[in-house]
């Protein structure tokens, strides 16, 4: 037999005002207590070298590959995305200089250096940046000229420090012979002079180089003539010559 149930009214007034208290009090307590408060963790110092390499267990570059993925993660943490220029850029660099010890042929570190890290509106983070990727390219010019020539273009247009960027694309220009880089990347330090205003010095450096024979790219040569003939009417000297000799400065396309 079903037991018979109590009406409200039967009970005794204090426990509906109990109920009604617990459940006021609760509502207070979660609308008053404090959120979990998001914190940014700094960048952790990076481990000796020799505790790498003991750690990769035989497998450099893989080690070396998952904790670039790590790092550059780390911004985004729990609660809270930490800007860039927030990071501790000295522990920073020393990740990447780690990384790059690990396989000296993994290029990514380099990259994030010149088109992460390094577009920071921080200039003196962005040096930084620049000055490793400058020391990491004197290790090694065949394989880390690119990043080099990044920075020449930070250096240039994010820092607007033309001496920088000439002093960056000279080394470039310095590059052993036997160092694959293309001829674009040897003569950036004609164009940065051109926007420094010393368009004779420019002039003369071009002229030079066409006159040389290291250029055998018709294209090529067609463009940097058009080069020397924008420097030369600049200067008031222009000195084109006639049937399409581009040593002289003409600005005749090749023929395909």
């Known amino acids: 037999m079903a037991r018979a149930q109590r009406p409200l009214g039967a009970l005794p007034r204090a426990v509906p005002l109990l109920l009604v208290t617990s459940l006021a009090l609760q509502l207070a307590w979660g609308t008053l207590r404090a959120g979990p408060q ?9 481990p000796p070298a020799a505790v790498l390499e003991i750690a990769a267990l035989g497998e450099p570059g893989v080690l070396a590959r998952l904790l670039m993925l790590w790092l550059q993660a780390f911004d985004d943490q729990p609660g809270i995305s930490v800007p860039f220029r927030a990071l501790d850029y000295a522990r920073l660099e020393d990740w990447l200089a780690r990384l790059l010890a690990l396989d000296a042929g993994f290029q990514y570190p ?103 024979g290291e ?15 924008e420097l030369e009417r600049q200067l008031g000297t222009g000195t084109a010559g006639e049937g399409g000799d581009v040593t002289a400065g003409s600005s005749v396309a090749p023929s395909e």
């Not at 998001?38 to 990076?46: K, S, V």
């Not at 220009?173 to 950036?188: E, F, T, V």
Request: aromatic residues 8%; hydrophobic residues 50%.
């Open 38 to 46: 998001a914190q940014m963790r700094d960048l952790p110092a990076a």
């Open 215 to 229: 250029i055998d790219d018709p294209h090529e040569r067609w463009f940097l003539s058009r080069r020397l003939d």
């Open 110 to 212: 380099l990259l994030a250096a010149t088109r992460v890290y390094g577009e920071v509106a921080d200039p003196a983070r962005q040096r930084r940046m620049m000055a490793f990727v400058r020391r990491a390219y004197a290790a090694d010019p065949a394989r880390r000229w690119p990043w080099l020539a990044h920075a020449v273009y930070l250096a240039r247009h994010r820092l607007d420090d033309l001496d920088l960027a000439l002093a960056l694309a000279r080394e470039l220009a310095a590059a052993p012979p036997g160092a694959p880089l293309p001829s674009w990347a040897r003569q950036m330090h004609i164009f940065v002079l051109a926007d420094m205003g010393e368009l004779e010095s420019a002039k003369v450096l071009l002229g030079g180089l066409l006159d040389s």
